[in-house]
């Protein structure tokens, strides 16, 4: 039985001045979001700049945090890279580790078609037996992952068990509910917090969605919403997820300004940015503290 629906924040990664992850603001960060009630962490997504770390500084991390965590709350781990060699390395070590399943992108710059990323995946899940949510966002891959060849990878993997649609066509998000036909529990996973509402009456059951680095309480109010049948109180929750979103609008990446969200209103301070990231200027921070003060987070 999949046991993974429900909120999971793609976790953010705060670094030190001297570019290597500020444990302790993770460990706080932490603390924060499970108070909030999410049933779930993602680290190593987009919004956790996987790709600006080192397989090394990876693995020391995720022993930090698992051991912090102590079982508390569920821990889903990207494990993408443009080699697939160290993705399974990755994985390997991950095997030993109490997870609950991996995030598994599709290789990245150069544009493979669906043969190739079939095959691609059959390998990785042929070599673990890790719960893998597919994580489509062709925005930033090059390829957007269609329901024939996701309902391939599913027949071939029982240990392929959902997918998250990083994509701002709600439709391709709705479709990919056909899977359940051929896996009941497969989960679907929303990004974007003005598809939610939509996307949860659809049948969508869990979100990987960035506000909930700095409002989590906006995605899991509206998941327990959902699911106690109270619209109107669906309806407040969906609104102040759309607000949140607007933070997306001042920074690219969109990561960069999430992140000042969380150092904003949870950590009380400022971490630092990895090169060629660059912290927001001033009047995007004015900008984004109004944001904030409009969503009314304490």
Known sequence: MNNLKGVFPPVITVF??????????????????????????????????????????KKEYIDEILKY???????LVGVGSTNKDEVIDFIKYLEKKDIAGILLINPYFSVYDETEVEAYYNCIAQNTNLKIIIYNFPQLTGLNF???????LVKNNTN???????????????????????KEDFIVYCAFESQSL???????????NATANFIPEATVGLWKAYKEKDFEQ???????????????????????????????????????????????DNQKVEKLRFILKTLKIN
Not at 198 to 208: C, P, T
């Open 16 to 57: 030190n001045k001297d570019g290597r992850i500020d444990i302790q603001s993770a460990k706080k960060h932490m603390d924060y979001l499970i108070s909030k009630g999410v049933d779930g962490l993602a680290y190593f997504g987009t919004t956790g700049e996987f790709f600006s770390m080192s397989l090394k500084e």
């Open 69 to 75: 965590n102590n079982k508390r709350t569920k821990i």
């Open 146 to 152: 269609s329901v024939p060849l996701v309902e391939k």
């Open 160 to 182: 392929i068990v959902g997918i998250k649609d990083t994509i701002i066509d709600q439709t391709h998000l709705i479709d990919m509910l056909n899977i359940k036909k051929i």
């Open 198 to 208: 939509g996307a949860l009456v659809s049948g969508i059951e869990g979100f990987i």
């Open 234 to 280: 669906c309806c407040m929750y969906y609104r102040k997820m759309c607000q949140a979103m607007e933070v997306y609008k001042l920074s690219t990446p969109l990561l960069l300004a999430c992140k000042k969200a969380v150092y904003e209103n949870i950590l009380g301070y400022d971490g630092y940015e990895k090169l060629p990231a660059l912290p927001l």
